[in-house]
């Protein structure tokens, strides 16, 4: 490394997982797992606000952007300089895009279901967004971004 380079300082985890709901569990789990490796432990509020938004994200991705046969993809990097997670869900429906919650929109039926994930995404996270897929083929990602402070940098490469 020279004296111009930055030291690295992100870790990433990225994996497809089936378009089931079993697929977002299991990617709710890893992520959960992956963040305690990283120096953000299990129960801590960073923890919890990133698994639930990433919980929220791959449920979207299974329930609103499932095409049959086709994976949803997550990519989970966490930036120890800036102390930020970004949670990143790639499904193939690029035709079914999130609408940002307006004051209209911001109450669900009391009886209802469905309809509080994207505004438990807009009160948790510090940004959130939509944007095509950057992996080529049909389809979309939705991110998020949220603080985590205690993120520990990855160990420099050989």
């Known amino acids: 490394m020279t004296a111009t380079q930055s030291p690295l300082t992100a870790h990433q985890f990225t994996m497809r997982f089936s ?11 890893l992520c959960g797992h992956r963040l305690d490796a990283w120096g953000i432990p299990y129960g801590s509020d960073a923890h919890d606000v990133v698994t639930l938004v990433a919980a929220e994200l791959c449920a979207n991705a299974v329930r609103h952007g499932h095409v049959a046969g086709r994976d949803f993809h997550l990519l989970l990097t966490a930036d120890a300089a800036t102390g ?7 499904d193939t429906r690029g035709e079914r895009l999130p ?31 939509c944007c095509p897929r950057r992996s080529g083929g049909p389809g ?19």
Do not use: N, Y
């Open 19 to 29: 378009s089931t709901p079993r697929g977002a569990r299991l990617a709710r789990r």
């Open 84 to 90: 930020t997670v970004r949670i990143e869900v790639s």
């Open 99 to 129: 609408a940002p919650p307006s004051s209209s929109l911001s109450s669900p039926p009391a009886d209802g279901e469905d309809g509080r994930g994207l505004l438990l995404v807009a009160a948790l996270a510090d940004r959130w967004g």
């Open 140 to 158: 979309k990602t939705v991110w998020a971004q949220c603080m985590a402070p205690g993120l520990i940098s990855p160990p420099p490469l050989p």
